[in-house]
């Protein structure tokens, strides 16, 4: 470890630091304290050759003494250096290490120092710090850590003690940039060129302190590469998702809580198949189900809906799909054909009763003009008591006709819900709205119908009512009087009888 290498002389006030490509150390040793040669030449062969290492010495009169890996011979002028030194003076130490990437090896030489660094930065500077690593590397990075850590890793990138043994990721990121451009546009994405599968943690290991920064940036990523566009600007994260509906949204990328099915989903989309083809059905779920939550909050259902999607979309299943837009397409058409029949079912029947009641009194008229019977009396008593009877007939057909038309119509709704729970297994509910257009149109027939029944059933009662006051007005014997003067002796009766009763108690 540097850190136990540093410890080895003695040197006091220390002071450690490290950044994402440059580690810096400073610490004072006094003249007679001062470490070999060997010291110095010790740590230069401990930096890996990727890496460059400058050590500079300086005494109390400003005069400087440097080793670094270009030179590692210097050892009578280290003591040169040392004998024109006063024998009180402190000499400062200055030793920086600047790091590159080297066959997919990138170093760290103070683990918590890096951390730390780390975790003093934004999140988009975060981001520009790791996309400068990665974007030197195709597959993998590993991240040599010259001093104590636990290991965790990424899908693209594996924090370990160094001389350990990775094994190769299986993981194509330089494939999966590409599928990201095809079927989104992030607009930053050459500013911060990493995905969400460099921060999605893989291996980890209790209290990381990197864990939850990492949690944020995958979610972020993920929620851009859905996106049929996005951009990240200053503290939020803007985005356009164009399904069967167009859904904005804007998150701020600090407070941003972790969602695990975000990453999931932008997996799915970018693992196997057409990218392409399963973001245009992702987005055409989430665009619907985001009518009601943020896009942040969306849940399993989101993820099983994009899934049964797809799984019709497939070839196998392009025919059941078709099937079911054909036949719902069909059956709704065939719902307001028959519902519309229905509507104007009772005013047809009302037509056929009139003609049929016209025709009657037609013929009672044509039978007395035939006849002796004069016309001022056309109404007898016998027939308009037959009159009476076909209007009151007319009116029970009238009820009949109408219950018979609302049973034909429930059993119409009850084949659309049929037909709904059908697909149930097949749709997700949001599915089901947009398929049926949320009822709407149903909905609507049901408002129609119902107006047209009563306007059609108000005109039927109103022309009964209306043709036996006719027929009363026009009887010689009209029924009212008959009902009057039974009535009347009914009466009369009845008074006869209680007067009868009165006289035989007086008896």
Not at 66 to 89: A, H, Q, R
Not at 109 to 134: P, T, W
Request: with cysteine; glycine share 2%; net charge negative.
């Amino acid at each position: 470890m540097l850190a136990e290498l540093l410890s080895l002389a003695e040197i006091r006030d220390i002071i450690v630091s490290e950044r994402m490509k440059v580690y810096e150390a400073s610490f004072n040793f006094d003249l007679n304290n001062a470490p070999d040669y060997s010291y110095f030449f010790n740590i230069i062969n401990f930096i890996p050759q990727r890496d460059n290492i400058k050590i500079t010495l300086q005494d109390e009169n400003e005069r400087i003494f440097e080793v670094s890996s270009s030179k590692t011979e210097g050892e009578e002028e280290y003591k040169t250096f040392l004998k024109n030194t006063l024998d009180d003076e402190t000499i400062n130490v200055k030793l920086r290490i600047d790091k590159k990437v080297e066959e997919n090896h990138f170093s760290i030489y103070s683990y918590d120092e890096f951390v730390k660094d780390i975790l003093m930065l934004s999140i988009e500077q975060v981001m520009i710090a790791f996309s400068g690593l990665l974007s030197q590397v195709s597959t993998f990075l590993v991240f040599d850590v010259y001093s104590p850590m636990t290991m965790f890793a990424t899908k693209t990138m594996f924090f370990v003690p160094y001389r350990s043994q990775i094994t190769n990721s299986e993981f194509n990121r330089k494939q999966r940039m590409e599928s990201c451009k095809e079927a989104s546009y992030f607009y930053n994405f050459d500013t911060y060129e990493v995905l969400p599968d460099d921060f999605k943690i893989t291996i980890n290991y209790e209290s990381n302190p990197l864990t939850e920064l990492f949690q944020k940036i995958t979610m972020l990523l993920s929620i851009s590469f859905i996106a049929t566009s996005s951009s990240i600007n200053g503290r939020q994260l803007k985005g356009i998702i164009n399904g069967q509906r167009t859904m904005e949204y804007c998150c701020d990328i600090n407070n941003i809580q972790d969602n695990k099915v975000l990453y999931r989903i932008y997996n799915w989309i970018y693992t196997d198949g057409s990218p392409i083809d399963k973001a245009i059905i992702a987005r055409n779920v989430i665009s619907l189900h985001c009518k009601y939550v943020s896009i942040t909050e969306i849940d399993d259902k989101v993820m099983a809906s994009i899934q049964s999607n797809y799984n019709l979309y497939l070839k196998d299943n392009v025919k059941d799909y078709l099937e079911l837009k054909n036949k719902v397409a069909e059956f709704i058409s065939d719902i307001v054909s028959k519902t519309g029949e229905y509507a104007t079912s009772l005013l047809d029947k009302f037509k056929s009763n009139l003609i049929a009641i016209f025709g009657f009194i037609f013929s009672v008229i044509l039978a007395n003009v035939v006849s002796n019977q004069p016309l001022n009396n056309l109404f007898t008593r016998e027939i308009t008591v037959l009159v009476e009877c076909v209007l009151a007939g007319s009116f029970v057909y009238l009820f009949i006709c109408y219950f018979q038309s609302r049973y034909e119509i429930e059993k119409v709704y009850e084949s659309y819900e049929q037909l709904k729970l059908n697909y149930k297994d097949i749709l997700t509910e949001d599915d089901l709205l947009e398929t049926f257009g949320n009822d709407e149109g149903l909905n609507k027939m049901k408002k129609t119908i119902s107006k047209s029944e009563k306007l059609y059933l108000g005109v039927w009662i109103v022309f009964l009512i209306a043709a036996l006051l006719i027929v009363e007005y026009l009887s010689s014997n009209p029924t009212y009087q008959v009902i009057g003067k039974e009535l009347d002796l009914f009466m009369q009766n009845i008074k006869r009888c209680f007067n009868f009763i009165k006289e035989n108690r007086t008896c």
